[in-house]
């Protein structure tokens, strides 16, 4: 049993390079192929999760690569040249392999697991996550004028889980967590609304919503986890304020 767990990771970053393949050379639509591919990922990450729905754990090893798998699919219908979908797609294979190998580290083989790597490697995929989705919203509503509340609504389920898993793969009480958990959600989702009227590229906003989640997920986990100092709070608001300026700066106003 456990050796159909251990080659799961390996079938996952196949089924994902597989349908990838079929989505560039549009052999099949790409709707149908992301759905298939999410759809049977979704149930490889559930088993090799044990299925154990109760608990919260199941969710976050399940919905943070299904929601990251989704954004990125998302994200590559608006890429236009072929060398960026590959590498997106290179990038979203690899990721996910990653994070199902950790998990059945975790989960199966604890001698090997390397301590805080879930947390740290479900960081950068929470990151990346908000600026494809935000890109998909935001293209969304300039190429097919989706609603706004609609897309809010989206934006908020999914920043509210992102914001409490990551506080909660960083080992902080429930009860402490759900409160930033849902201020991150309202703040982020004002701002992914209030964006939406600026005379910005999607990749623009897309990139000041990230940088509003670095932040806020930096000084959130410091806070609740009493590491939070002058000097952490002069880093994160060093490294926001250069990339900040860097996007202001570069960025295309139409």
């Not at 149908?32 to 591919?37: E, H, T, V």
């Not at 690899?94 to 975790?106: C, N, Q, R, V, W």
């Amino acid at each position: 049993m456990i050796l159909l767990h251990r080659i799961t990771p390996f079938i996952i970053a196949l089924v994902i390079a597989a349908g990838s393949f079929l989505m560039v050379r549009e052999l099949i639509q790409p709707l149908l192929a992301s759905f298939l591919m999410v759809s049977l990922c979704a149930i490889l990450f559930a088993r090799l999760s044990r299925w154990n729905v109760h608990q919260f754990s199941f969710w976050f090893f399940v919905g943070t690569p299904i929601i990251f798998l989704s954004s990125s699919f998302g994200f590559l219908l608006f890429l236009e040249q072929d060398i960026g979908r590959w590498l997106l797609l290179a990038l979203t294979t690899i990721l996910t392999f990653l994070f199902a190998e950790h998990i059945f580290a975790y989960l199966y083989a604890p001698p090997i697991y390397r301590p805080n790597a879930i947390e740290y490697l479900s960081l950068v995929i929470h990151l990346l996550t908000i600026f494809m989705m935000s890109v998909v919203g935001f293209g969304s509503r300039l190429f097919l004028q989706t609603p706004i509340w609609r897309l809010s609504t989206l934006f908020f389920l999914a920043a509210l889980f992102i914001v409490y898993s990551t506080l909660w793969v960083s080992k902080v009480d429930a009860a402490a967590a759900k409160p930033y958990a849902l201020c991150g959600a309202l703040l982020s989702t004002e701002l992914f609304a209030a964006i939406l009227f600026l005379p910005s590229g999607m990749y623009t906003s897309a990139a000041l919503i990230t940088l509003f989640f670095y932040l806020f997920l930096g000084l959130s986990r410091a806070h609740v986890l009493n590491r939070l100092s002058v000097q952490v709070l002069r880093r994160y608001l060093s490294i926001a304020s250069i990339w900040f300026f860097a996007i202001i700066l570069t960025a295309i106003w139409v």
